[in-house]
């Protein structure tokens, strides 16, 4: 079965268990549609959703890079 899903790329920046902070590219994962409304993820919806979720992980300084639409293949 093939689904299809949107890696959405942002650069945010993190702070190290020693005090550093380091930048680096983290992905969000996420399906076409929603699932509690049914509708399709516009690009701002993919960039308002991943954001908050890498806010939810404690990352900051969040820049939208790309979004890859990418198949995968589930058993």
């Given at each position: ?14 702070t190290l ?14 399906t076409?549609?929603?699932e509690?409304?049914?509708k ?9 959703k ?25 058993a």
């Open positions: 079965m093939k689904v299809k899903i949107y890696e959405v790329v942002f650069k945010a920046t993190e268990q020693n005090g550093n902070e380091r930048t680096v590219k983290k992905s969000v994962y996420m076409p549609f929603d509690t409304t049914g399709h993820n516009s690009p701002e919806m993919q960039i308002e991943g954001t908050a979720a890498l806010k939810s992980e404690h990352y900051y300084n969040i820049t939208y890079l790309e979004t890859k639409v990418k198949t995968i293949i589930r």
